[in-house]
Every structure is written in structure tokens, then in C-alpha cells.
DNA sequence: ATTTCATTTTCAATATATAGTATTTTATAA
DNA sequence: TTATAAAATACTATATATTGAAAATGAAAT
């Protein structure tokens, strides 16, 4: 690989670590020319997810639509950019791991629903009712109730 | 490495391809125990970029926060995900591929400007009237003639 | 100052991956 | 539709990575 370092193209590894779960694969390697040493990861290749929308049409699943849907949720809110992706990434890997090659987008709504409402209650009001998740009106107006019902 | 597919934890490369340019390593598994084949990647780990801010407070870099900058420029244009994920690619290889360990907002702004002003003229006179990198007035007023002066 | 916890380093025997060359299939662009 | 590029498959001799255990280092907490 090439070194970070120095760019040569040679180097050797060290040493390699699985973690338990399989998922990754750490290498420590030193370059053959500056002898500084870096690290690389090894993961498996996604294999493509779709993603059956309401109206039955199918697309390739992209978070960045996700971060999308969840930071227009928390405009204004206090919620960093860092909690954003934490909430993406922990969605992402839930989906993933049911290794299945479909998700709705009802799902990934739900999951979404169910991480921003531990977050902030006014993020998570304003992306169910988008999302028109909730079972019926009055969980929606409890759920108002609750936070004052400002500010939504 | 755990099989995508019945999650065994065992398997052997049957094929590793190195590209040219020594970025990545390209490793063809297969599992041990349901025999399925998939695809695994091995990549450098990427030092810590600091973002160095104009008020000269540094941060860590963050490829989400160029996205969102880029998405307000792009509101109600006709411009898909895709490719502004690509243009948030391509800033961050720019970037990376300098080999320094600190990078300016000021850079970072106008690698996406230089990038933004090929794709749409409507986004890219937003994003710099935001980041301020015209030169003068001037400049700014010639292009928002250029795409007529309207929906800026 | 000392303990704890995580990360890094070392070492050596052996199992495992790699690279070269070539054909085939799949995906994407023209 | 055709052209082009990218990814997958196959096979084999040989170079290289892996693993366990233990010690060293550095940062954070007491």
C-alpha cells in the first residue's frame, strides 16, 4: 500500500487483528522505504440494499437521504452534526444486520423515529408527523402535549 | 472474516488485487462453511484533518458539514444526491491527497466553489456569495448576470 | 505519584495469501 | 446496440501474513 508518509508503493505487515465480530480486519504495516508505520482496515463490501418506497418504486439505498430527512427534523434544534451521523450510522448498521437485500422505507422511518425520540422530542415530532408514523392522532397529541407543545 | 450471508466466521481469500495507485487492496473471500463468495476492501486509515476556521479555531474535519453547505446552496435545484456526494467525494480526495494535516475552510470553500460553479450557476452563486470568495463586487455581479440575475 | 485501561510493539513457528496470466461476466457509457 | 470498463473466475508456485503471549508505552483517573 502506499505509505501516507512517504508515498512509496512497498511496504510489509506487522501485524493483523480480527475483531470478534468479524466485521473488520486492523493491519499494522510499515513502509519498506521510510519505515514509518500506518494502519488499514479491512470490511466486507456492502452488497447493494434497495429500498421499496411507499408508492412501490425501488432505489438504492443512500444514507445521505436519511441525514437529510433527520437534519431538516432538527433545524434549529440543539443537536450536533456528530449526533446526526451517530443516529445515521446506528440506523445504517441496524438495517444491515437483518441481512436482508430490502428495506422499506417505512422501516427506516420507524428506526429513525425511534433513535430521534430519545434525542429531542421536538426533532422527533417534527420528523414523525412527516413521516406520518404514528398510530393515530391523539399519540401524536400526547407526544405535543408532553413537550409544551411549542416550538414544533 | 464474518460471512455476509450465514454469518459464519470463517472463510479464505481466494483472490487479493492491489490497485495501481496502492490505495486499496481488493480481497475475493470465500466462506467456509455456505462456500458464497464476497468482496472485501482494505484501506489506509486516514490521519485526523483539522479544519482550520477563519476566526483560526480548528476542528476536526468533517465531510458532513461541506454536504449540508453544498445542500442549501442546491435547494430546489435540480441537482440529485448523487451528485452532490460526488462533489463532497472528490473535495475531500483534493484535500487528502495533499498530504498535509491541516487544511483551511477558505480551501475548503473554494475547491466546492470551483466544483459547484461547473455543475449549476444558481448553487455556485449562492455557496460563494456565502463563503465570500469573490474577489470584488465586480466579479460577483458579472455572474449573477450570466444566469440572468434571477432566482439567486 | 501510582493505578488502570487502551494501544502499540516484539518474537517466532506455521498456515495462508499473493501475483502472473487468461477467460468470462456484468455494468456503464457512448 | 455496441463499445469499454470493471469485476469475477481459475490455477499454481512461492513469498508473506497470522497468531498467541508478553512487555512497553502513553493517557487519564485517583
Known amino acids: 500500500m502506499k505509505c501516507p508518509y512517504c508515498g512509496y508503493l512497498k511496504d510489509k505487515v506487522i501485524d493483523s487483528r480480527e ?5 473488520l480486519i486492523r493491519r499494522r504495516r510499515a513502509c519498506l522505504k521510510c519505515r514509518k508505520r500506518f494502519t488499514t ?3 466486507i463490501d456492502l452488497k447493494p440494499l434497495v429500498v421499496v418506497k411507499k408508492d412501490g418504486r ?7 437521504k436519511i441525514r437529510i430527512g ?8 440543539p443537536i450536533s452534526i456528530d449526533k446526526i451521523d451517530k443516529i445515521v450510522e446506528e440506523v445504517e448498521k441496524d438495517i444491515r444486520q437483518r441481512y436482508e437485500d430490502e428495506v422499506t422505507s417505512k422501516e427506516i422511518g420507524q ?4 433513535k430521534l425520540k430519545k434525542l ?4 422527533y415530532i417534527r420528523f414523525a408527523s412527516v413521516y406520518q408514523e404514528f398510530d393515530n392522532i391523539n399519540q401524536f397529541l400526547k407526544e405535543i ?3 409544551g ?3 414544533v
Request: hydrophobic share 25%; with cysteine.
Open 70 to 77: 433527520i437534519q431538516k427534523a432538527c433545524e434549529k434544534r
Open 145 to 147: 402535549e408532553k413537550i
Open 58 to 64: 425501488r432505489e438504492k439505498f443512500n444514507r445521505d
Open 41 to 43: 482496515y479491512e470490511e
Open 149 to 151: 407543545g411549542k416550538n
Open 120 to 123: 429531542d422530542k421536538v426533532a
Open 19 to 23: 475483531r470478534d465480530d468479524g466485521l
Open 111 to 114: 428506526l429513525v423515529i425511534k
